[in-house]
């Protein structure tokens, strides 16, 4: 009952947002993002130039295999690129209109947690095993916002309320490991949200956790946006979470977003042969005698990417242009567009 | 958490029980007796000093009193020191070995986690090789070699430092930096190592995504994580720097206990020796407990004690 409370409370004196009709106000425009890492082995391009952009209200869901890049495009919008080894060699983060890459790192640290802010894939290790929630909390309300400590304690235990944890006042004196997985989770996502950022950051949420566990976090994370509004980036591989509740999907393959649309368009009608293959790579427990087709192949050396398109050696469709040159975007609507050359006039007739 | 501490205790007495029992019965196994130098060749006059003493009485006998007097803690007259008990040697001596070996403790600790923590921040930079060089020189150097080292550089060239004794501060410091070298090398690698592991984890991370300042995120966030193998050897390294103040009191003439144990063993003083060895050893198991009670303050998934309610 609290906890609905809580709910109505947030809901009231914020724009509040029908359905998924949303208000098209771009909060993050990321341009031509690219991220390299210097290691012994040489220098690894691990984003090779990103670009898209979020509207206030909107889930946007990246998805690719592993080592594509998704969680480093996002710890780069985040900040959080270590550097060195990494460095950001090219691009914008516009961010609410200022660009974060050219941010020194204090002022970086003004909008970390507080505007836009982050959850990690794997609650069992995200939160610091020798601290109690309740400073885990609290640390980083009162590091952006001066307040006392009961103030703090008193938004913690909301948060707490509005992720659904109950005896929070109890709970916030414990310390992690007296906290189940998916309870951890929910903390963590409660630490992310508790400065009321814009922007929220989750890479592979629900990764770490059962899939009951699964479903209610995912429930949550649109019950949150329904009453705050917020932004989320969601880092993914697994698409059925992205079906769930993406607005919009990026399919990012060795560093670069390969064809981006509503989750409608990409779902219903992947263009991309990549994505094409991603899908069919899904299983289905309505298909009897359906046979899982993985893409065949492995994605390519980051260290040397190819100067065309780096599916090309694993892409049934492969032509010559393929490996020579990068396609250019083509845009199939106003929302979808696919780095394809099979989308250029001049293929149109090969395959048909 | 008394329920522990009861527990702990009992342990404790048992061990020290067995300590006192070994070093009673390897004692005697040492050839000779106190008695031994030339002055009192006289067998009678032995033998009336071994009744004095109780000496002459079998073994078994002998142990008895002996564990009457661990109880009551009075170890009787030192008998190479007639005008000496044992407590009062005890008395006189421990302050100044304790106070050496308090000093010794919180230098090394404080620097060698310093020390650490700036290798780590600095991973592969200067100050981390500087640092690392430094810990592994200070790993190999022997304490008596540096104790010598030590003196012959800053008292001797240099006289900047006394080079013996032990009165003013100034006096502290080489007998202090000798005994402190080797376990401030050992604290520093491992801090820095685990430190380094520490920085990767995932709520390091985390606190950088809540835009925490750096400080609080090393200090607060980090330091105590990385602590716990310190705190783990820091067991042994007590027991370490409490053998090493032995050896540099009698490099530097420190009227401590330990110039008066090396003794009461050449002389096969036996009330010093077990008075002594029972002493160091309660003193030593009681500073390991202590450290177990600082692990689980600083980690609260070790847990002391059974009770309280458990996870959800």
Known sequence: ?352 | MIQYIIKRFFMMVLTVLLIATLTFFLMHAIPGSPFDDDRTSNPTIQENLEKYYKLDQPLPVQYANYLKAIVTFDFGPSIKKPNDSVNSLLARGFPISFELGIITILVAVLSGVTLGTLAALRHNGIIDYLAMTFAVIGISIPNFILATLLIQIFAGELKWLPAATWQSPLHMILPTLALATGPMAIIARLTRSSMLEVLTQDYIKMARAKGLKPSRIIIRHALRNAMMPVVTIMGTMLAGILTGTFVIERIFAIPGMGKYFVESINNRDYPVIMGSTVFYSAFLVFMLFLVDIVYGILDPRIKLHKKEGESS
């Not at chain 1, 490991?177 to 998916?182: A, D, E, K, L, P």
């Not at chain 1, 509503?262 to 899908?279: D, S």
């Not at chain 1, 899982?292 to 050396?301: A, F, K, N």
């Open chain 1, 1 to 352: 009952m609290l906890r609905e409370q809580v709910l109505h409370n947030k809901s009231t004196g914020k724009p509040t947002f029908e359905g998924k009709e949303r208000m098209e106000e771009k909060i993050l425009q990321v341009e031509d993002l690219q991220v390299t890492f210097t290691t012994f082995g040489g220098v690894v391009q691990a984003v090779r130039g990103v670009t898209f952009d979020l509207h206030k209200g909107e889930t946007l869901a990246i998805v690719g295999e592993s080592g594509c890049g998704k969680s480093v495009t996002s710890n780069a919008i985040m900040g959080l690129i270590p550097q060195p080894p990494g460095k950001i060699t090219n691009g914008k983060v516009v961010f609410k209109g200022k660009d974060l890459t050219s941010f020194k790192k204090s002022d970086l640290r003004k909008i970390q947690g507080l505007d836009v802010s982050m959850i990690f894939q794997d609650p069992m290790t995200a939160l610091n095993p020798t601290m109690t929630i309740g400073e885990q909390l609290t640390e980083g309300l009162r590091t952006h916002h001066k307040i006392s400590r009961v103030e703090a304690k008193t938004k913690a235990i909301e948060m707490l309320l509005l992720v659904g944890i109950s005896n929070p006042s109890e709970r916030l004196n414990q310390y992690p490991h007296q906290f189940s997985g998916g309870m951890r989770q929910r903390i963590v996502i409660a630490i992310a949200l508790i400065c009321e950022p814009t922007l929220l950051i989750a890479d592979e949420p629900t990764t770490a956790l059962d899939v009951t566990i699964q479903a209610q976090i995912l429930e949550l994370f649109e019950e949150i946006q329904k009453k705050t509004g917020v932004s989320i980036i969601l880092i993914t591989h697994d698409l059925g979470v992205v079906a769930k509740i993406a607005d919009r999907i990026a399919v990012m393959y060795a560093g670069k977003i390969i064809e981006i649309g509503t989750k409608r368009e990409i779902f219903y009608e992947p263009t991309h042969p990549y994505t094409k293959g991603l899908l069919n790579s899904v299983p289905r427990l309505d298909l009897v005698e359906e046979e899982l087709e993985p893409i065949e192949g492995t994605p390519p050396d980051l260290f040397a990417p190819p100067a065309g398109c780096a599916f090309t050696a694993r892409c049934p469709y492969a032509m010559e242009v393929c490996n020579l040159v990068y396609p250019v975007a083509t845009s199939l609507s106003e929302k979808h567009k696919v780095d394809c050359w099979l989308q250029d006039e001049r293929a149109k007739g090969l395959f048909n």
